[in-house]
């Protein structure tokens, strides 16, 4: 596998010697493309994201910590956060790679982040003391990716994590996920109810925000089917929730790095997480979530 660093050094790419590649984003570690031996694309990346850690990326693998979604003022300790805290916008340390050749050949990228490199302004919002490895390893027939977060402090804290993924889709319209039965969901677009799924697979047909506590737990997959076929299969270690959101038109319009405007028709995002209460770390403390994402 080849790695190389580009753009001012602020993205890392890597090609396995059969063609499939990733690329990464310092600003929030974000996986901004993967594609497979043929050079297709699996994410969805808008075409007026911000790539200068501004904002968050909008597409690829976005890192969702140490909060998801809006602040709250039912949770001090993170209620001056930006939604979806910092992590996705932060500069990320790029750690290295290791690499094997051969028939099963990969390429794991490490990244870190910690408190120490964190801008003032933003340790202001929260005063923890952490360190984040996040690992990027693609073979020829998956994606892995893997945050550990630790407590590297003496104050223990609480925190939630998510892989923020936008897959691409040729048609949302003919989108199935499955693995979902039976699981109680948090209905975000209809004043955030508690339900239970019915219907299986799940169909997109209009906004949809949901959390979804999967009721056959993480290692069950969940698959992502695309125009009559099963294109995805995530497995999660860890992460007890699944978020499945897509904005539909009028909320795409509403997004100013949202391009093009009918993109929604080219993505799905299904986000494996912890998102649900909070994992508590105490001093020396870790917690390590990951998801395995195969191309089917
Ligand atoms: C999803 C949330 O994970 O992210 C949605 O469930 C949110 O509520 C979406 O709208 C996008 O968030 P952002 O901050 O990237 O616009």
Redesign the pocket.
């Known amino acids: 596998p080849q790695v190389t660093i580009s753009d001012g050094s602020s993205r890392v790419s890597a090609v396995l010697s059969t063609g499939e590649s990733v690329e990464v984003l310092l600003f929030g570690a974000t996986v901004l493309s993967w594609k497979d031996a043929g050079g297709s694309e699996k994410l969805w990346l808008s075409k007026d994201t911000k790539l200068d850690g501004s904002?968050?990326v909008?597409g690829g693998i976005?890192l969702?910590f140490p909060l998801?979604?809006?602040a709250s003022s039912n949770h001090e300790a993170t209620s001056k956060l930006p939604?979806?805290g910092f992590a996705?916008t932060a500069r990320w340390e790029f750690l290295g790679k290791s690499t094997s050749e051969g028939s099963s050949s990969s390429v794991k990228l490490d990244f870190g982040l910690s408190s120490d490199g964190l801008a003032e302004s933003v340790k202001a919002l929260w005063p923890y003391k952490f360190g984040l490895l996040y690992s990027v390893t693609l073979d020829r027939e998956s994606l892995n990716t893997t945050l550990v977060i630790t407590n590297d402090g003496q104050e223990s804290f609480d925190c939630q994590m998510?892989l923020?993924t936008y897959f691409n889709v040729k048609d949302i319209s003919t989108v199935q996920i499955t693995g979902l039965e039976d699981s109680k969901y948090v209905d975000?677009v209809d004043g955030a109810k508690i339900k239970t799924e019915v219907s299986s697979p799940v169909a997109v047909s209009g906004e949809m925000?949901?959390?979804y506590t999967p009721a056959k737990g993480p290692q069950h997959p969940i698959v992502i089917s695309d125009f009559g076929r099963p294109s995805f299969r995530i497995v999660r270690d860890n992460l007890e929730q699944v978020?499945v959101?897509n904005?539909w038109s009028e909320?795409a319009q509403g997004?100013s790095d949202f391009t093009p405007m009918d993109g929604y028709k080219n993505m799905v995002?299904v986000?494996a997480g912890s998102v649900d209460g909070w994992q508590k770390l105490d001093k020396g403390d870790a917690f390590e979530g990951a998801q395995i994402i195969y191309i089917l």
Request: net charge positive; proline share 12%; glycine share 8%.
């Open positions: 904002k968050g909008r976005p969702v998801f979604g809006p939604q979806h996705r998510l923020h975000k925000d949901r959390v978020v959101w904005p909320k997004m995002c986000e």
